[in-house]
Every structure is written in structure tokens, then in C-alpha cells.
């Protein structure tokens, strides 16, 4: 495995990565985005579309692109997007974790509304006090 200096995130890692709780798809991941996380509470962070740092472990990752369901890669393309307008960031910036997550609160319930409800991983979200404080069930 490498080293990562500098993590690259795509837009929705940037806030979903808050409520990381040990779980995965397999160790493999788990482990990378472990690392990765490491990297970026330890630094900068480059603001990326598409396949991230995190992506590339993942055993759903298929020449860059997302094969975990028919439409998923366009549809986490959108949710990318939307982040990052929410996040007021743009593709190519730099920011530090404690920056994202201070912007949380102002942003979070837009996003809650639109992602969370129906998201695959919202049973593992919901277990953490940070998570039921931003969408305001805590």
C-alpha cells in the first residue's frame, strides 16, 4: 500500500467521512480509508471529482468509474456536486478536516434532507452523537 501525502476527496467523502465508525465494504477498505483519514486530519486536503483516495480501495471501483448499482457513479456524481457547492469549495482546493467539519452545522441539514434519508450506510450514521446532532434527531 502507499503513502498519502496529500488525501484526495470527492465531494461527498468530504462530509460523509465525518461519521466514519470502523465499517466497510471489506478489510482492505476499511484499512485505506483508515489511512486516508489519518492523512487528512493531519493535513490538507485537495478537493477532487470522481474516484478518490478512498475509491480506490473499493471493491465496487471499475476503471474510475462507480459499478455498485446501474446508475450509482452518476448518481454519486451529483451527490459530489452538491457538496461541494454546499461546502463552498470548488474542484483543485485545498482545505483542512477541522475546516469542513466546522462547517457542518450551517450545511449539514440541506444535506441530511437530501442524502441521508435514503442512503445505504444511514443505519451506521445514525449510532453517532455527532450525526443525530447535525440532522437534528440528538
Excluded at 478537493?47 to 448499482?69: F, Q
Excluded at 441530511?112 to 455527532?130: A, E, G, P, V
Aim: hydrophobic share 35%; proline share 3%.
Amino acid at each position: 500500500m502507499y503513502t498519502i501525502l496529500m488525501p484526495a476527496l470527492r465531494g461527498h467523502h468530504l462530509i460523509c467521512l465525518h461519521f466514519f465508525d470502523g465499517s466497510g465494504y471489506n478489510p482492505e477498505f476499511i484499512a485505506n480509508l483508515e489511512k486516508t483519514l489519518d492523512a487528512a486530519e493531519d493535513g490538507d486536503i485537495e478537493v477532487c471529482s470522481g474516484a478518490d483516495d478512498i475509491c480506490m480501495a473499493c471493491p465496487s471501483l471499475e476503471n474510475n468509474v462507480c459499478n455498485n448499482s446501474e446508475n450509482s457513479d452518476k448518481e454519486i456524481r451529483g451527490m459530489d456536486s452538491s457538496a461541494i457547492e454546499l461546502l463552498n469549495l470548488s474542484e483543485g482546493s485545498k482545505i483542512k478536516w477541522s475546516e469542513i467539519r466546522s462547517m457542518l452545522h450551517q450545511m449539514f441539514p440541506a444535506w441530511h434532507k437530501r442524502y441521508c434519508l435514503d442512503c445505504q450506510w444511514r443505519h451506521t450514521c445514525q449510532k453517532l452523537s455527532i450525526f443525530n446532532e447535525l440532522s437534528g434527531a440528538g
